[in-house]
């Protein structure tokens, strides 16, 4: 699912033009010369001179249009350059946009104003059919105003260019936020569509004067938004948080009297000299009395697709962080080490030893290919695996007397269940990061339990290098993939502090279990 904000607004755009470009040339070309010197009270025009009329007419009120077209997309085309993350970005490649920007705004500034003195004396600055974007009017001389509508011009590509790169930000964050982002990416979607149809139909009207009163405009900007926003936050945010529960519980309608009054006060300043608190709660009682039931009954037409969607993209964002988790643990590194260690230990003690290690390894895999499948499991079961991690990670150090690594689990009251390899990755960060075979070094794990809680702590001791270590410089799961996993499945019921103090790294982890 990819987002289609800029193709939603840059169809808007496209369209909006054609319909510019449509209404001149039905407005022209509806009307004989005669007939258009009569009512507009141009100067005469005989059918002789028809093609004249119509090239210093039609022709520059079309271009002026698809200037603003091709600004608009070279724009953008700026823009994506200067934001792509893809390659390396030089001082030329923003000097040389900065440069072509300054060019765009002096043509479609001065540039529209030489055109409107081309139609002259056609042009009339009373009359919507000659009226030109970014222009104050036609200029006898327009080369001794060389500046004439540059202001105006850079105003609003200036604003155009904020907008265009909040908007960029925004769907950058969206696309690599991987918690809900196909459900974040299909809201916006909705929203910009919306978007869409909104202006696309008061352009529409305004063009062709559909709605000569200007009431209709008030009204239109001051009920059609709020009605949206109030017909999506429903559909894709309140009900799908209501779940099983009464209308009538305060956690839900109180969110929805409030945000419904928000969005109806916000558009009501539309209205201007019509504004009454009146109006405003009868909106308000509109929207809440006949937008939420029919929002409704969309929601319940959609609800499995939304709910689906919202609980496949949890378990992929899970499934996810479960496979990295995974790939993770069977590190070669790890495993060669683990193996050397034991063919050391075989040749030099002989098997008992070996043995066991051996046993702890195969149940370090049994529990990544069996239990990690699961989306929770008990207490004893990953304290067994962590226990059989911290075991053969001493067989690999044992030789090291100036690594001190102690553990202090304890299992009493930890009869509780956690999601699979929770624990594992601060310890797997502790002996990659904290044990250097040349520095004192040193790792402290502590973990125990009570009805409700889970408490873990691992302090390692920090080094400025760690060359020697051969777990060093390997991909692991990161502590942003655990605050990811964390908040997806314990949302709430979880402290995370992590972070130096002194010469030693800290994670303490606090979880609230069932």
Not at 8 to 22: S, W
Not at 438 to 466: G, M, P, Y
Request: charged share 15%.
């Amino acid at each position: 699912m990819k987002i289609r904000w800029r193709q939603h607004e840059a169809t808007l755009v496209g369209i909006i033009a054609v319909i510019f470009i449509a209404r001149y040339v039905w407005e022209i070309f509806r009307l004989s010369p005669q007939q258009f010197n009569a009512h507009y009270a141009a100067p005469f025009i005989s059918k002789h001179q028809s093609f004249n009329y119509y090239t210093r007419v039609l022709f520059p009120q079309v271009a002026s249009i698809l200037i603003l077209l091709l600004a608009y997309f070279r724009i953008n085309k700026l823009i994506a350059l200067c934001l792509s993350p893809a390659g390396k970005k030089s001082v030329f490649i923003f000097l040389g946009a900065i440069l072509q920007a300054i060019v765009i705004v002096y043509i479609i500034g001065p540039g529209i104003n030489f055109l409107s003195f081309y139609t002259d004396p056609y042009y009339r600055t009373d009359n919507t059919l000659f009226t030109y974007p970014l222009t104050f009017g036609s200029h006898p001389q327009p080369f001794k105003n060389t500046f004439g509508g540059l202001d105006a011009a850079v105003f609003f590509t200036g604003a155009y260019i904020i907008y265009a790169v909040l908007r960029e930000i925004v769907i950058g964050y969206i696309e690599k936020h991987a918690v809900r982002r196909d459900y974040h990416i299909m809201i916006s979607n909705k929203a910009t569509f919306s978007a869409f149809l909104f202006f696309l139909t008061s352009v529409f009207y305004a063009v062709f004067n559909l709605a000569p009163n200007g009431a209709f405009y008030a009204y239109y900007f001051a009920l059609t938004p709020p009605l949206a926003l109030v017909f999506y936050t429903n559909v894709y945010v309140l009900f799908p948080r209501k779940g099983n529960s009464s209308f009538a519980n305060w956690v839900f309608l109180g969110p929805l009297l409030f945000r419904s009054f928000v969005y109806t006060l916000l558009f009501s300043i539309f209205l201007g000299g019509n504004w009454s608190f009146s109006f405003l709660f009868t909106c308000w009682a509109a929207q809440v009395l006949v937008i939420t039931p029919i929002s409704w009954l969309y929601f319940q037409h959609r609800k499995d697709k939304i709910l689906q969607l919202t609980g496949m993209e949890q378990a992929l964002t899970k499934s996810t962080a479960d496979l990295q988790f995974l790939r993770s643990q069977i590190n070669p590194h790890f495993l060669f080490n683990a193996l050397n260690t034991l063919y050391g230990t075989a040749l030099i003690e002989g098997s008992t030893r070996t043995a066991e290690g051996i046993q702890k390894l195969g149940d370090m895999m049994r529990f990544m290919l069996h239990e990690n499948t699961m989306d929770y499991i008990g207490m004893e079961k990953e304290i067994e695996y962590l226990k059989n991690y911290v075991s053969l990670q001493k067989l690999r150090t044992q030789t090291s007397p100036d690594i001190v690594i102690a553990d202090d689990i304890t299992e009493k009251e930890c009869n509780n269940r956690i999601a699979p390899m929770l624990l594992i990755p601060f310890v797997e960060n502790a002996f990659k990061h904290g044990v250097s075979l040349t520095q004192k070094s040193w790792i402290k794990i502590k973990l125990d339990c009570d009805d409700q809680n889970i408490n873990f702590e691992v302090r390692n001791s920090i080094h400025l290098s760690a060359g020697n270590n051969p777990e060093h410089g390997q991909s692991g799961i990161g502590l942003n993939n655990v605050k990811e996993r964390l908040s997806l499945l314990y949302p709430g019921r979880h402290q995370l502090v992590y972070g130096a103090q002194g010469n030693e790294f800290v994670a303490s982890l606090t979880v609230k279990v069932d």
